[in-house]
């Protein structure tokens, strides 16, 4: 029997022994989001094997994700497929990706369907480009950019501290209020989300950015690594009244990233046209497809 148990803020070590190493580019990885979204999912977690496990629920439905670590992940598979056997639930591994989905094949040949959502592919993008916006393709950017910097030549960037986190849930309920938050119950599950990650933002390491027009919060954002090369970007959050300033704020805080990150997760666009049509537009190096692996 596997001894699972509820995720917690103290375990983030532990979890990024296994994560960091990782060459896994899924936004599910980031400890940050593990444990901002533990509330909806109820993650737990357990280590068997050398390899880290994760059990979740997804709409009341008991989900694994696929082990992380090194060495055969035939048997810790199989203990999983007995956790859920034991619970009376079919077997559901969640968040699989087109690496995982060849090591499960070859683990278990011809036992697996495997269903993809594009509302939950993750788009990963090079640091390099969104630091720097070279090119003719990132033109419209750059234009952004320099409208903002022509209406705000005064503009402030700052780091995110603990003592600017009232500022960003400020505008966050600014967003929230522009944006009908109180009937979509995706936006108030990222809200609940993402005051749960900025309430432990010292002991999660998030980094982050905040933007200032004339002394007032203008934008923010925040992310945490996903492994050594890949840095997840979990929130940015901006006043569309100000034009430019979501083009801003991704820039300023991107191109401030240790160059050590080589790939930018900007995670899923939830099948949301107005967020496909973003993501799309800062032209993605990969879009991470996921699966979900059921036994047939």
Excluded at 3 to 23: G, H, M, N
Excluded at 114 to 123: G, V
Excluded at 172 to 194: G, I, V
Excluded at 202 to 217: A, F, K, M, P, S
Aim: hydrophobic share 40%.
């Amino acid at each position: 029997m596997i001894a699972f148990r509820p995720i917690e803020v103290e375990d983030r070590e532990r979890v990024q022994r296994y994560t960091l190493k990782s060459k896994r580019r899924n936004c599910d990885l980031s400890f940050a989001n593990l444990y901002s979204w533990r509330f909806l999912y109820c993650t737990q977690i357990a280590e068997m094997n050398g390899f880290l496990l994760f059990r979740f629920y997804m709409e009341d439905e008991r989900a694994y994700m696929m082990p992380v670590g090194e060495g055969d992940v035939r048997p810790v598979i199989e203990a999983l497929m007995e956790d859920a056997q034991t619970g009376g639930k079919r077997f559901l591994l969640a968040g699989v990706c087109a690496d995982m989905r060849s090591e499960l094949e070859d683990a278990f040949p011809g036992k697996f369907v495997f269903t993809a959502d594009r509302d939950y592919f993750d788009y990963i993008y090079l640091r390099s480009d969104l630091a720097t916006l070279r090119g003719k393709k990132y033109q419209p950017k750059r234009n952004h950019i320099n409208r903002f910097k022509s209406a705000y030549p005064d503009y402030e960037y700052k780091s995110l501290t603990p003592e600017l986190v009232a500022e960003c849930l400020r505008l966050e309920n600014q967003w929230c209020k522009a944006n009908d938050c109180a009937e979509n119950e995706a936006l108030q599950a990222e809200r609940k989300s993402m005051t749960a990650a900025l309430a432990a933002m010292e002991e999660l390491q998030l980094t982050g950015g905040v933007l200032h027009v004339n002394g007032n919060i203008v934008a923010f954002t925040f992310g945490a690594p996903i492994n050594d090369e890949t840095f997840d970007v979990c929130v940015e959050k901006a006043n569309t009244d100000i034009e430019g300033s979501y083009t801003m704020i991704n820039n300023e805080f991107v191109s401030r990233l240790p160059e050590q990150y080589i790939y930018i997760n900007r995670e899923e666009d939830l099948g949301l046209e107005g967020l496909r049509k973003a993501k799309l537009s800062y032209q993605p190096d990969t879009l991470l497809e996921k699966y979900i692996a059921e036994l047939k």
